[in-house]
């Protein structure tokens, strides 16, 4: 059964640094998402992304965050200088327009821990 | 806004049935969901429901809508010890431009004791 694929499971880095989040839709899905999870509390839509840019994006997801589907397979997520506030998991979905609902499909995370 | 509301722990012994609620505000919103959440691991779509139907069963599953109320239910029958995990709600609102945003409860924590 295709999945979503996200890649590396664990990140650290130092606040300040910059970090790329990757993730593997599933190959015929056109919509594409990051939600987030800070330890203990709820996942929280970032932004949604179709035909090359985005559609849809929440109050969290200010300039120091920005998105980008460089290939036909890959969808990433770039924090340009993390907060230790960033400290979460991070997970991508995916979903299909021809499907008959709106699912949407999670990768296993990304844990990202900023010192 | 759109808020989702859960109890946060439900311990159950197992082969009894386990119910999880849920409550919704955004009375638009086209479907429900459940999703699973290990330990460690990602959010695992479970099922859903359309908002015009009240209930649908799979296999052990089988979830309510009152959409009246904005009440939603997850019961598992004859729980076993592999159904502990997190469970989350989620309510689908169209976000624009064909995608859907979804909120998400603070997620029901499922002890199963054996």
């Known amino acids: 059964e295709p999945e979503v694929t996200q890649t590396p499971s664990h990140q650290v880095t130092q606040m300040g640094q910059e970090v790329i989040l990757r993730c593997v839709p599933i190959?015929?899905?056109?919509?594409f998402y990051w939600y987030r999870q800070i330890l203990g509390q709820k996942v929280e839509f970032l932004v949604s992304f179709y035909n090359n840019e985005i559609s849809e994006k929440s109050e969290i997801f200010d300039d120091q965050f920005s998105v980008e589907r460089p290939d036909g397979s890959n969808f990433t997520l770039k924090i340009r200088s993390t907060k230790l506030e960033d400290s979460a998991m991070y997970f991508c979905?995916?979903?299909?327009?021809?499907?008959?609902?709106?699912?949407?499909?999670f990768g296993p995370g990304t844990r990202l821990t900023v010192l | 806004g759109e808020d989702v509301e859960q109890s946060l722990f439900l311990s159950v012994r197992e082969g009894d049935s386990s119910v999880i609620n849920c409550t919704y505000t955004d009375s638009s919103s086209t479907y429900l969901y459940w999703y699973k959440q290990e330990p460690g691991a990602g959010l695992q779509l479970l099922t859903y429901?359309?908002?015009?139907?009240d209930m649908k069963q799979d296999q052990r599953l089988t979830v309510l809508l009152n959409k009246k109320d904005k009440h939603l239910s997850l019961r598992i029958a004859d729980t076993q010890t592999g159904d502990s995990a997190i469970y989350f709600c989620a309510e689908s609102n169209y976000s624009g431009a064909g995608s859907y945003q979804l909120t998400f409860g603070k997620g029901t924590k499922l002890s199963v004791i054996p």
């Open positions: 190959s015929n899905h056109l919509y």
């Open positions: 979905a995916s979903s299909d327009p021809a499907g008959d609902t709106d699912t949407q499909y």
């Open positions: 429901i359309f908002s015009n139907m």
